[in-house]
């Protein structure tokens, strides 16, 4: 059987968050990503590229990541070149050819010898890892809890937030964060957004989300790796997540852009944990987070191995958060005509009640009926 060829511009990047701003529907993107997440998958299906070559384990079967599955069913083509021997012998904007696992450069030498990954492959490596899955979430919850410790009396102790300006106090909050099915939880809640004003904190990129849905981010926090200048020169508050010996790499992207109205906060665990810590902190009534990462295929996608920071913040301002992952299949209202057929009845019972006992409205009706005859000459 003749292999298919598949041709194409390609763009590399070790960070594939970094990467996808730059893609164009139709290239090939060269990753350095193991145990590709699923949120990263969706990304690479929405810059709607064709093949993804990855130079790491798309899946090492240490957890069940979904995001190969993504791809494949998506028409995205898999090639695995684990020994990283592509990487410096092509160039971003280079032309190359790919036939089954085996790359070639415009004019047809050989680059590197790859494997094409069918569906039968990724689903057989998914279910591997979901047999082998229990010993990672034993030492997953171990080290949660060990670190738990650590940072028991750190979470729970006041947080200086003066320098904060953003008003909080008896006001609802919409964390969002770019995590699962943000986009479409986030679109669930446009009613409540538009009639409640919560304040609007984007973390790292969720700014840009809140940007894309015609919203404007009251404050963004984050370390500032994955957030547009487009959603820093906003107008928004902005807080850099900083290490807690007060080390923050996100100052210098800041200052290089000019942007002023920015305080740094020292303080240990995620940025959404930050961020849901100022929220409760300052006073909030209410925090709705969107997107943020809750469980442990979330954490060993990013690389943690504990969530000791989240699960205390998530005990400390339990009372008053509500996560809306999901929100958007909780309940799907499909359109049926037997409720336009009930709807219509239910306006036209009560005129022609009114018709029959209302003599003005039943000689109006009476003459409206002879002149339309007399117009149609019926």
Partial sequence: ????????????NRKTKELVPNLKPGDIALIAHEDLDEIAANSLIGAKVKTVINVRRFS?????????????????????????????????????????GTIYNSSGVHLAQGKLLNLQDVKAAFKKARENFNPQLENFIKNTIEYAKKELEIIFKEIDLSHIQTTFKGKHCLIVVRGQKYKEDLHALRSYIREMKPILIGVDGGADALLENGLKPNLIIGDMDSVSDKALKSGAEIVVHAYSDGKAPGIDRIKKLGVSNYKVLPIFGTSED????????KGAEL?????THSNVI?????????????????????????????????????FRLKYLIAMAAAAF?????????????????????????LILQV
């Fill in 349 to 373: 019972i009560p005129l022609l009640v009114v018709f029959i006992i209302s003599p003005p409205a039943f000689q109006f009706a009476r003459l409206l009926y002879l002149r339309l005859r």
């Fill in 60 to 100: 090492t079967g240490k957890y069940p990541n979904p995001g190969p599955l993504n791809l494949l069913e998506n028409k995205i083509s898999l090639i695995e070149c684990v020994k990283d021997e592509i990487w410096d012998t092509v160039n971003d904007g280079d032309e190359i050819s790919i036939i089954g």
């Fill in 298 to 334: 979330d954490f060993l996608e990013k690389g943690r191995q504990g969530m000791s920071s989240t699960f205390l913040v998530r005990l400390k301002i339990g009372s008053i958060l509500m996560d809306a992952r999901g929100v958007n299949q909780l309940y799907k209202q499909k």
């Fill in 274 to 281: 930050v961020a849901m810590l100022v929220a409760y902190e």
């Fill in 1 to 12: 059987m003749k292999k298919n060829t598949i041709k194409g511009r390609v763009l590399k």
């Fill in 287 to 291: 925090i709705v987070a969107v997107g």
